[in-house]
């Protein structure tokens, strides 16, 4: 049984920063795509950024461009996802996804596997 499980969420003031951790088990994590959402109340969710099986990286410019990184530890089949200069707009679920492809993709149906999501509040 695959499972996606993030930490590192919780809240945070404006201007600080936050490290996410996606836990995966059950899947070949070496060959899979990761990629991370957010979604906050009354809004569609919408993608921050994917790193593909091979290190290849992907961010979404208008929310995440200066300010986040995506990253991988295949020994610990884990994702990573560190944002700086945080601010009241962040707040939201972020989730993270696996896709068995291993191709970065910015669409969330391109992803096969997600995790139950982490609660990011910034307060102002």
């Known amino acids: 049984q695959v499972q996606l499980v993030e930490s590192g969420g919780g809240l945070v003031q404006a201007g600080g920063s936050l490290r996410l951790s996606c836990a995966a088990s059950?899947?070949?994590?070496?060959?899979?795509?990761m990629g991370w959402f957010r979604q906050a109340p009354g809004k569609e969710r919408e993608f921050l950024a994917a790193i593909s099986w091979t290190g290849t990286t992907t961010l979404d410019q208008d929310s995440m461009k200066a300010r986040a990184t995506i990253s991988r530890d295949n020994a610990k089949n884990t994702a990573y996802l560190e944002i700086d200069s945080l601010k009241p707009e962040d707040t939201a679920v972020y989730y993270c996804?696996?896709?068995?492809?291993?191709?970065?993709?910015?669409?969330?149906?391109?992803?096969?596997?997600w995790g139950q999501g982490t609660q990011v509040t910034v307060s102002s």
């Open positions: 059950g899947l070949t994590f070496s060959t899979c795509a």
């Open positions: 996804a696996a896709n068995s492809r291993g191709l970065v993709y910015a669409i969330s149906s391109e992803y096969n596997y």
